[in-house]
């Protein structure tokens, strides 16, 4: 091998050795480490998932408020499942993001509410004030004839 390629100064290590018997050669499903990941395997909460998908299009409103009941029941089944489900990080950036999102929507609604009052109030005092010129203007010609 070395001769095929003259940039390897070193034959590679390979798989088989010589002195290794047939006995000791292990099928890699039946080690006892793999046996045991695959009874340990731990899946990710569906809620968990729809919690941080429902937070990411928290901009729309509706999905922030549906994130809120769905990361708080991922969090609860994932401490109530000894182990057997992950998520956990992902429950709580969702509901992070959809409190953030939740507060942003609230702080639009009011500075909406209370721009939409100050333009009233203003218009009411515009259309005051046009009444009053023309009540002013009124007088003075009906004085004056």
């Known amino acids: 091998m070395v001769s095929e390629n003259p940039k390897l100064k070193v034959d590679p290590p390979t798989l088989d050795h010589p002195d290794r018997g047939e006995s000791e050669v292990v099928a890699e499903e039946d080690t006892p480490t793999t046996r045991e990941t695959k009874t340990d395997e731990a899946k990710v909460s569906a809620l968990a998932i729809l919690c941080i998908l429902s937070g990411l299009l928290s901009f729309l409103f509706f999905p922030a408020l549906a ?79």
């Not at 992950?86 to 509901?95: D, E, F, M, N, V």
Request: aromatic fraction near 8%; hydrophobic fraction near 65%.
């Open 67 to 145: 994130a809120l009941p769905l990361g708080i029941q991922a969090l609860k089944r994932i401490e109530e499942s000894n182990g057997t489900l992950q998520g956990r990080h992902l429950a709580i950036t969702g509901l992070s993001i959809s409190v953030v999102a939740l507060s942003a929507w609230l702080a639009l609604t009011v500075l909406a509410l209370v721009a939409w009052t100050a333009l009233s109030a203003v218009a009411v005092a515009a259309w005051g004030a046009v009444i009053a010129v023309g009540w002013v203007t009124w007088k003075i010609l009906a004085t004056l004839f």
